[in-house]
């Protein structure tokens, strides 16, 4: 399985770029890698996801290097409202990793200061 | 609204006690998992059941058991409830298997039990 390394919290300010960075050393020929946010008391939602390069959308950039064992989301400007935890999840369908198990990993808490 | 439905929001009991949660997953989806989330903790994979059967387990202990039903709801039971069980149950769903290249997990709001 690939296990995730990311760092526990970061600090930023309101109209800043963040980037929170994975690593996943292990990672799988059909893993996919995918992002999530998670504010207190509710469930993770998908943020974006990536198998390689880079990968862009209405909230957020994911940038995976070619040997694919770390991968980086980008928050443009980010806002008050974006202090939560991310959570990157690597798996896939198939593959020697696919086995059910979505393990998420420890999580980057993000706060976000005027 | 991640079209996940969780029930219940809010549970509080006494421990030794037993409990169903029921997860019903989004129209179409046949995989689900279930997370438990301690107070200022991770989620923490506990069971991953597709289209009826049982896929993955994670650290679910003896006492927790899970099924999926044919209509693909889910429940999760937990027993001899202890202090420590204490947390938000989360279910997920998701079309396939694992994380596909259409998507993602989609997760429910969670079930909050109380063991006191």
């Known amino acids: 399985l690939a296990k995730t390394t990311q760092p526990i919290s970061m600090d930023s300010y309101e109209g800043q770029e963040v980037n929170i960075t994975c690593s996943h050393n292990?990672?799988?020929?059909?893993?996919?890698i995918t992002w999530y946010q998670q504010f207190p008391s509710q469930g993770p939602r998908f943020i974006i996801q990536g198998y390689k390069t880079k990968v862009t959308n209405e909230v957020a950039s994911l940038f995976i290097p070619a040997d694919r064992k770390s991968s980086t989301l980008s928050l443009p400007r980010v806002s008050l409202s974006d202090t939560a935890v991310y959570y990157c999840?690597?798996?896939?369908?198939?593959?020697?990793?696919?086995?059910?198990?979505?393990?998420f990993g420890q999580g980057t808490t993000l706060q976000v200061k005027p | 609204d991640s079209g996940v439905t969780q029930t219940p929001k809010h549970l509080i009991t006494a421990t030794g006690q037993r409990v169903t949660l029921r997860c019903s997953p989004r129209?179409?989806?046949?995989?689900v998992y279930w997370y438990q989330q301690s107070l200022d903790q991770g989620l923490q994979f506990l069971i991953h059941y597709y289209n009826g059967e049982e896929r993955a387990k994670g650290n679910i202990l003896e006492r927790f058991s899970a099924q999926q039903f044919p209509d693909l709801h889910s429940e999760l039971n937990l027993s001899s409830l202890e202090l420590g069980d204490s947390a938000l149950y989360f279910c997920?769903?998701?079309?396939?298997?694992?994380?596909?290249?259409?998507?993602?997990?989609?997760f429910g709001e969670g079930s909050r039990l109380t063991v006191l």
């Open positions: 292990n990672i799988a020929t059909n893993d996919y």
């Open positions: 129209s179409g989806d046949l995989s």
């Open positions: 997920a769903s998701s079309v396939g298997m694992g994380v596909t290249n259409t998507g993602e997990l989609f």
């Open positions: 999840l690597v798996g896939g369908l198939g593959g020697s990793s696919n086995t059910g198990k979505l393990i």
